[in-house]
Protein backbone atom coordinates (compact mmCIF):
# COMPACT_ATOMS: atom_id res chain seq x y z
CA UNK A 1 0.00 0.00 0.00
CA UNK A 2 1.74 3.62 -1.28
CA UNK A 3 0.82 6.46 1.03
CA UNK A 4 2.74 9.52 2.26
CA UNK A 5 2.75 9.55 6.10
CA UNK A 6 1.00 12.39 7.75
CA UNK A 7 -0.14 13.42 11.09
CA UNK A 8 -2.63 15.76 11.79
CA UNK A 9 -2.99 15.80 15.31
CA UNK A 10 0.35 16.74 17.52
CA UNK A 11 1.38 18.85 20.19
CA UNK A 12 4.34 20.94 21.33
CA UNK A 13 5.58 22.60 24.14
CA UNK A 14 3.00 25.10 23.41
CA UNK A 15 0.44 22.38 25.24
CA UNK A 16 1.01 19.24 26.67
CA UNK A 17 3.86 18.18 24.15
CA UNK A 18 7.70 17.22 25.27
CA UNK A 19 9.01 19.10 22.46
CA UNK A 20 9.55 22.73 20.78
CA UNK A 21 8.16 22.55 17.59
CA UNK A 22 11.03 22.69 15.81
CA UNK A 23 12.25 19.18 17.21
CA UNK A 24 8.68 18.23 16.81
CA UNK A 25 8.60 18.48 13.08
CA UNK A 26 12.33 17.02 12.94
CA UNK A 27 11.48 13.92 14.75
CA UNK A 28 8.52 13.37 12.80
CA UNK A 29 10.42 13.93 9.58
CA UNK A 30 13.50 11.23 11.05
CA UNK A 31 10.02 9.19 11.51
CA UNK A 32 9.31 8.87 7.43
CA UNK A 33 5.99 11.97 8.07
CA UNK A 34 6.11 14.36 5.22
CA UNK A 35 3.54 16.15 6.80
CA UNK A 36 2.59 17.02 10.36
CA UNK A 37 -0.17 19.65 11.44
CA UNK A 38 0.58 21.17 15.08
CA UNK A 39 -2.49 21.04 16.95
CA UNK A 40 -1.88 22.12 20.62
CA UNK A 41 -4.33 22.05 22.99
CA UNK A 42 -6.69 25.32 23.81
CA UNK A 43 -9.67 26.95 25.26
CA UNK A 44 -10.12 31.06 25.68
CA UNK A 45 -7.22 31.53 28.20
CA UNK A 46 -4.53 30.92 25.59
CA UNK A 47 -6.23 30.66 21.65
CA UNK A 48 -4.51 33.77 20.76
CA UNK A 49 -1.25 33.46 22.80
CA UNK A 50 -0.74 29.66 20.96
CA UNK A 51 -2.24 29.81 16.89
CA UNK A 52 0.09 33.14 16.35
CA UNK A 53 3.38 31.40 17.47
CA UNK A 54 2.50 28.03 15.61
CA UNK A 55 2.03 29.80 12.52
CA UNK A 56 5.22 31.65 12.72
CA UNK A 57 7.31 28.35 12.93
CA UNK A 58 5.33 26.35 10.80
CA UNK A 59 6.35 29.15 7.94
CA UNK A 60 9.48 28.98 8.69
CA UNK A 61 9.98 24.97 8.59
CA UNK A 62 7.75 24.78 6.05
CA UNK A 63 10.29 27.38 4.06
CA UNK A 64 13.41 24.64 4.30
CA UNK A 65 11.46 22.16 2.35
CA UNK A 66 12.52 19.59 4.12
CA UNK A 67 8.67 18.49 5.92
CA UNK A 68 5.38 20.47 5.78
CA UNK A 69 4.19 21.55 8.93
CA UNK A 70 0.70 23.16 9.25
CA UNK A 71 -0.49 25.73 11.81
CA UNK A 72 -4.06 24.30 13.59
CA UNK A 73 -5.43 23.78 17.19
CA UNK A 74 -7.19 21.25 19.17
CA UNK A 75 -10.22 22.96 20.85
CA UNK A 76 -10.38 20.93 24.35
CA UNK A 77 -12.59 20.36 26.94
CA UNK A 78 -14.91 23.56 25.70
CA UNK A 79 -18.31 23.86 26.74
CA UNK A 80 -20.06 22.66 23.46
CA UNK A 81 -21.87 26.26 23.53
CA UNK A 82 -18.18 27.75 22.43
CA UNK A 83 -17.08 25.60 20.22
CA UNK A 84 -18.40 27.12 17.10
CA UNK A 85 -17.18 30.77 18.05
CA UNK A 86 -13.78 29.27 19.32
CA UNK A 87 -13.08 27.51 16.01
CA UNK A 88 -14.34 30.55 14.26
CA UNK A 89 -12.05 32.86 16.49
CA UNK A 90 -9.06 30.23 15.56
CA UNK A 91 -9.36 30.39 11.93
CA UNK A 92 -9.51 34.29 11.63
CA UNK A 93 -6.11 34.43 13.79
CA UNK A 94 -4.11 31.57 11.54
CA UNK A 95 -5.36 28.12 12.54
CA UNK A 96 -5.42 26.04 9.03
CA UNK A 97 -7.12 22.86 10.77
CA UNK A 98 -9.55 22.47 13.90
CA UNK A 99 -9.35 19.47 15.66
CA UNK A 100 -11.90 19.43 18.41
CA UNK A 101 -10.71 16.92 21.54
CA UNK A 102 -13.98 14.35 20.97
CA UNK A 103 -15.42 12.27 24.02
CA UNK A 104 -12.77 10.02 24.82
CA UNK A 105 -14.17 7.65 27.24
CA UNK A 106 -10.50 7.57 28.54
CA UNK A 107 -11.69 11.36 29.90
CA UNK A 108 -14.49 13.54 31.19
CA UNK A 109 -15.13 15.52 27.94
CA UNK A 110 -18.20 17.72 28.22
CA UNK A 111 -21.52 15.50 26.86
CA UNK A 112 -22.33 17.20 23.06
CA UNK A 113 -18.60 17.92 22.68
CA UNK A 114 -18.89 15.75 19.76
CA UNK A 115 -22.34 16.94 18.17
CA UNK A 116 -21.12 20.59 18.91
CA UNK A 117 -17.51 19.80 16.88
CA UNK A 118 -19.61 18.62 13.93
CA UNK A 119 -22.48 21.47 13.47
CA UNK A 120 -19.25 23.65 13.54
CA UNK A 121 -18.35 21.65 10.64
CA UNK A 122 -14.47 21.83 12.42
CA UNK A 123 -12.08 19.78 10.11
CA UNK A 124 -10.85 16.85 12.80
CA UNK A 125 -13.06 15.19 15.47
CA UNK A 126 -10.49 13.84 17.67
CA UNK A 127 -11.03 10.38 19.53
CA UNK A 128 -15.06 10.51 19.14
CA UNK A 129 -15.51 7.43 21.61
CA UNK A 130 -18.61 5.44 21.68
CA UNK A 131 -20.21 8.30 19.06
CA UNK A 132 -24.09 7.85 18.49
CA UNK A 133 -25.47 7.61 14.87
CA UNK A 134 -26.99 10.66 14.38
CA UNK A 135 -23.28 12.42 14.73
CA UNK A 136 -21.86 9.94 12.52
CA UNK A 137 -24.92 10.59 10.58
CA UNK A 138 -24.35 14.66 10.57
CA UNK A 139 -20.70 14.08 10.33
CA UNK A 140 -21.23 12.34 6.73
CA UNK A 141 -23.13 14.93 5.61
CA UNK A 142 -21.12 18.00 7.22
CA UNK A 143 -17.53 16.76 5.89
CA UNK A 144 -16.41 16.51 9.30
CA UNK A 145 -13.66 13.41 10.26
CA UNK A 146 -13.38 11.05 12.65
CA UNK A 147 -10.31 9.89 13.95
CA UNK A 148 -8.80 6.65 14.39
CA UNK A 149 -6.25 7.34 16.68
CA UNK A 150 -2.65 5.55 17.66
CA UNK A 151 -2.58 6.91 21.12
CA UNK A 152 -3.43 4.61 23.96
CA UNK A 153 -6.81 5.09 25.91
CA UNK A 154 -8.21 7.17 22.79
CA UNK A 155 -7.55 4.24 20.74
CA UNK A 156 -10.29 1.85 23.05
CA UNK A 157 -13.13 2.84 20.90
CA UNK A 158 -11.37 2.98 17.61
CA UNK A 159 -13.36 -0.31 16.31
CA UNK A 160 -16.61 1.50 17.25
CA UNK A 161 -15.69 4.38 15.23
CA UNK A 162 -14.67 2.55 12.37
CA UNK A 163 -17.99 0.27 12.04
CA UNK A 164 -19.68 3.38 12.83
CA UNK A 165 -18.39 5.05 10.03
CA UNK A 166 -18.81 2.30 7.49
CA UNK A 167 -22.45 2.15 8.40
CA UNK A 168 -23.23 5.92 7.92
CA UNK A 169 -20.62 6.80 5.11
CA UNK A 170 -18.70 9.49 7.45
CA UNK A 171 -15.46 9.72 6.43
CA UNK A 172 -12.21 8.43 8.54
CA UNK A 173 -8.80 10.19 9.06
CA UNK A 174 -5.58 8.31 10.82
CA UNK A 175 -3.48 10.50 13.37
CA UNK A 176 -1.33 10.09 15.81
CA UNK A 177 -1.93 12.41 18.51
CA UNK A 178 1.70 12.54 19.11
CA UNK A 179 3.03 14.43 22.10
CA UNK A 180 6.54 12.91 22.09
CA UNK A 181 9.22 11.05 19.51
CA UNK A 182 7.83 8.01 20.19
CA UNK A 183 4.40 8.68 19.36
CA UNK A 184 5.16 8.67 15.81
CA UNK A 185 4.37 5.18 15.07
CA UNK A 186 5.36 5.39 11.36
CA UNK A 187 3.74 3.42 8.23
CA UNK A 188 3.80 -0.34 9.52
CA UNK A 189 2.23 0.14 12.89
CA UNK A 190 -0.14 2.78 11.55
CA UNK A 191 -1.39 -0.07 9.48
CA UNK A 192 -1.42 -2.71 12.46
CA UNK A 193 -3.66 -0.52 14.12
CA UNK A 194 -6.02 0.56 11.18
CA UNK A 195 -6.44 -3.26 10.73
CA UNK A 196 -7.18 -3.78 14.09
CA UNK A 197 -9.58 -1.31 14.34
CA UNK A 198 -11.10 -4.26 11.79
CA UNK A 199 -11.03 -1.80 8.34
CA UNK A 200 -10.23 -3.50 5.56
CA UNK A 201 -7.52 -2.79 3.12
CA UNK A 202 -9.55 -0.39 0.60
CA UNK A 203 -10.74 1.53 3.67
CA UNK A 204 -7.60 1.82 4.78
CA UNK A 205 -6.59 3.31 1.99
CA UNK A 206 -9.33 5.93 1.57
CA UNK A 207 -9.14 6.70 5.29
CA UNK A 208 -4.69 7.86 4.76
CA UNK A 209 -6.15 9.57 1.43
CA UNK A 210 -8.30 11.83 3.43
CA UNK A 211 -5.07 13.37 5.15
CA UNK A 212 -4.53 14.87 2.22
CA UNK A 213 -8.03 15.83 1.50
CA UNK A 214 -7.76 17.21 4.66
CA UNK A 215 -4.90 19.48 3.44
CA UNK A 216 -5.91 20.19 0.64
CA UNK A 217 -9.17 21.73 1.99
CA UNK A 218 -7.44 23.71 5.02
CA UNK A 219 -4.66 25.28 2.56
CA UNK A 220 -6.73 26.63 -0.07
Known amino acids: MVFQVIDLHTHSIFSDGELVPAELAQRAWAAGYKTI ?3 DHADHSNIDFVIPRIVKVCNLITEKGDIEIIPGIELTHVHPGDIASLADEARKIGAKIIVVHGETISEPVPAGTNL ?11 HPGLIGEEEVKLAAQKGVYL ?7 HAYT ?3 VAS ?7 QLVLNNDA ?4 DFVG ?4 LKIARGAGLTDDEIS ?8 IIQRACV
Open 179 to 182: HAAS
Open 206 to 213: AMLNNSGK
Open 147 to 153: EITTRRG
Open 37 to 39: AIT
Open 158 to 160: NGH
Open 187 to 190: KTMA
Open 116 to 126: AAIKAEVDILA
Open 164 to 170: MSRKFKA
